[in-house]
């Protein structure tokens, strides 16, 4: 049973568009919402984070957008460009359990 | 990616061998997690440890044991290494929340073939 599902599984956007990737998770003890940027041959780094008590967060180009009620949170990456091309993650994080568990992935390829 | 070592890189195993993945990070971090990382799968976690000490059971654990030696080391052994757990490994380890900034570290990945 995948606790945290990404959609879409590869996205193609041209340069200076907006990507956006969708995730839903299901356990709501989860208290930590990150996405992780991941290029080929490497692993993954953290991008930006959100708790569950904010319902936005934007850093630079990146936000999150974050629906509690739901229980959905989603990347947008405004005007994306070919260096955002890599594989997102977005993740869920149990505090007391110490757990975090990762969506499918997400490959995006920004064309120039 | 800062302080965590992973060895080895590449591993090519025969069915049935066994092997151990190491894993070490210099950041004084008391957790530490390894995944795995498979095509349209995203990364599963296979065995994480709270603190020094503590081993927990993640979303993937059969067919693999881990020891949490001291702080800073972390391995996933194979006892027994079958074609299905060809993957990519990945290492972790994570300082506590309420810091700015990244609060997972990942290693570099260990790519493992099973023949």
């Known amino acids: 049973q995948q606790q945290v599902k990404q959609s879409p599984q590869s996205l193609i956007v041209q340069k200076g568009g907006i990507s956006i990737i969708n995730c839903a998770y299901e356990?709501?003890?989860?208290?930590?919402f990150p996405w992780y940027q991941q290029f080929p041959g490497k692993g993954p780094a953290l991008l930006i984070a959100?708790?569950?008590?904010?319902s936005e967060k934007k850093e630079g180009r990146f936000t999150i957008s974050f629906n509690k009620s739901a229980k959905q949170f989603s990347l947008h990456i405004m005007d994306s460009q070919p260096g955002d091309s890599a594989t997102y993650f977005c993740a869920a994080y149990h505090s007391n359990t110490g757990k975090l568990i990762f969506g499918q992935g997400t490959t995006l390829q920004v064309k120039p | 990616n800062a302080g965590v070592t992973q060895t080895p890189k590449f591993q090519v195993l025969k069915t049935g061998q066994s092997m151990t993945l190491q894993c070490a990070q210099d950041m004084n971090h008391n957790s530490m997690y390894w995944y795995r990382q498979d095509p349209g799968m995203g990364l599963r976690l296979i065995y994480y440890s709270a603190s020094e000490g503590t081993t927990d059971k993640g979303e993937v654990p059969n067919g693999y044991n881990v020891s949490r030696l001291n702080k800073r080391e972390f391995s996933l052994r194979l006892e027994s290494a079958a074609p299905s757990q060809t993957s990519v490994y990945f290492c972790a380890s994570r300082r506590p929340l309420g810091s700015s900034g990244n609060t997972i570290y990942f290693g570099e990945g260990s790519w493992l073939t099973v023949v």
């Open positions: 959100i708790r569950p008590d904010v």
């Open positions: 356990n709501t003890a989860f208290d930590y």
